[in-house]
């Protein structure tokens, strides 16, 4: 019976916890499965092997192959990185957007 007075506690600690930890993760886990997706459609790992290679994009293994395989795969590398980064910092926005919401609620009295 002495111990009643800690089940609010630990509510209030698992409350905070969920807040903190679990929702900031699992947001966490949905930017990694993104970008895994992303990965899927966009195949940066293989273009930028073919661009470091200097392959030709199209079978023609001239020097004018080459370089149109060069540059059309670096353009396409280059898109992928800002993708990549904005959907990784589309997720920390997010999840500094969720830690910062009792702030602003209380800033802004919603």
Request: glycine share 6%; proline share 4%; no cysteine.
């Amino acid at each position: 019976m002495s111990q009643i007075w800690l089940i609010p506690l630990k509510e209030v600690y698992l409350f905070l916890r969920w807040w903190s930890w679990e929702i900031p993760a699992d947001i966490f886990r949905a930017t990694q499965t993104a970008l895994l997706d992303f990965d899927n459609i966009l195949q940066f790992e293989a273009n930028f092997r073919l661009w470091l290679a200097v392959e030709p994009l199209f079978g023609d293994y001239t020097w004018a192959g080459r370089l149109v395989g060069l540059l059309l795969r670096g353009v396409r590398v280059l898109f992928t990185l800002v993708i990549y980064t904005g959907v990784l910092l589309l997720g920390l926005v997010i999840i500094a957007s969720w830690w910062l919401l009792p702030v602003a609620t209380f800033y802004f009295g919603f």
